[in-house]
């Protein structure tokens, strides 16, 4: 027994997760891919998954035999918050697992009063707004007393230490990954041409991301005011926003003041077997944000081969290995955002790398793939005093 890895010994996981199975959405996503991997890391070990908001989990769901799901998606919204506590709090008090790992913060402060009742550890994940200027005192106790805190970049962790005041030994980065086998490269579709009567020579554009009056950080208001700019120097460019939310009015109306109707299209909400698709419609993503905790489109979009254009001022950093893998401008100055663009398009950007597709998907692949993500996990996972478990076979 002493020369077996502390991995392949039986542990007791708690993971608590917002959604896994009914809502596609960053952290959805990341909880998804962190399951897969701590699982795969630690197969014979046993797990009981919370979901706040899904209802059921879903038939299709492939898991090691040992997991149990728990589930409080039909509760009323209103009271499922109280509810989920009570479920964490309560089955944690029972089955006083040895390590608690919550993908959303806002989950630690139950984390912090089952150790402070009965020791039992707790991991956190910090992905971006959710992690910034927090100000609740019970989740500020909740970071400050977690066992340890994975941030998806090291903007995030940065700016979550300075803020919090944190111990920067026990915040680490695990970074966001991605699917690969969903994200080739592949000529335009031809249906999607035909859709917006674009042809396949024409320049197109593309940003990904909801159309939210609370993000709207992402930086399509800015590629829209520097569309004018770019046109002089490419008159035939074409725009396209995939992405639905309640700042579409607004953004329709700022398309309407450029007279820009022609040459910009809200895609709304495009289903994910189209997603690559769109990718590969493109010849330049762009998202110049300026709040984003990492941003996996730019990872979708690197491994289907395209060019990528991030901001200097956030995540998009980490994302674009600080411009060796795109490039990277202020997201507040509408000439640079407009010329760098147009360089792309042009091919006349100093970064070769950007135009040679499946080099750029194998480095994207080697840097944020799955198997560097659970390689990380397992890295933390090991180094983890709770490898020495209470409960073995």
């Not at 490419?234 to 992405?243: A, F, K, N, S």
Request: proline share 6%.
């Amino acid at each position: 027994m002493k020369n077996q890895s502390c991995l392949e010994l039986k542990h007791r996981f708690h993971l608590w997760f917002p959604n896994l199975f009914e809502f596609t959405g960053g952290i959805q996503t990341y909880s998804a891919f962190f399951r897969q991997a701590i699982q795969n890391i630690s197969p014979n070990s046993d797990y009981r998954v919370f979901i706040k908001h899904d209802k059921k989990p879903s038939p299709d769901f492939t898991t090691v035999a040992s997991t149990k799901f728990h589930c409080t998606g039909t509760i009323p919204f209103s009271l499922r918050t109280p509810a989920f506590a009570a479920e964490l709090f309560g089955r944690g008090i029972l089955q006083s697992p040895d390590l608690i790992i919550s993908t959303h913060l806002n989950f630690t402060p139950v984390a912090n009063q089952l150790k402070q009742l009965r020791g039992i550890p707790y991991w956190t994940i910090a992905h971006g707004v959710d992690a910034w200027n927090i100000d609740n005192p019970k989740l500020q106790k909740g970071l400050h007393h977690a066992d340890r805190i994975l941030a998806v970049s090291g903007y995030t962790r940065d700016r979550l230490i300075r803020e919090q005041n944190l111990d920067p030994e026990k915040v680490s980065i695990l970074y966001n990954t991605f699917d690969s086998s969903k994200f080739k490269p592949a000529p335009k579709p031809t249906y999607l041409l035909d859709r917006y009567q674009l042809k396949p020579e024409q320049p197109i554009i593309l940003t990904v991301g909801r159309l939210s009056a609370s993000e709207q950080y992402k930086g399509y208001d800015q590629i829209i005011r520097a569309i004018p700019k770019i046109r002089s120097m490419i008159p035939d460019v074409h725009y396209i926003i995939v992405g639905k939310g309640d700042d579409k009015s607004r953004i329709d109306q700022l398309i309407t003041e450029l007279k820009l109707e022609t040459c910009v299209t809200l895609a709304g909400f495009v289903p994910d077997a189209e997603l690559s698709d769109y990718y590969n419609l493109c010849d330049l993503f762009a998202m110049p944000s300026k709040g984003e905790g990492f941003g996996i489109v730019y990872l979708e979009a690197l491994a289907c081969g395209k060019p990528v254009l991030g901001s200097n001022q956030d995540a998009a950093i980490d994302a674009l290995c600080h411009g060796k893998l795109g490039a990277l401008v202020n997201p507040d100055d509408l000439d640079e955002i407009a010329q760098t663009i147009t360089q792309i398009l042009q091919s006349t950007y100093p970064n070769s790398l950007m135009y040679q597709p499946q080099s750029l998907r194998q480095s994207v692949i080697d840097t944020f793939g799955f198997e560097q993500f659970q390689k990380s996990l397992s890295g933390y996972l090991q180094d983890y005093e709770s490898c020495k478990p209470r409960h073995t076979v």
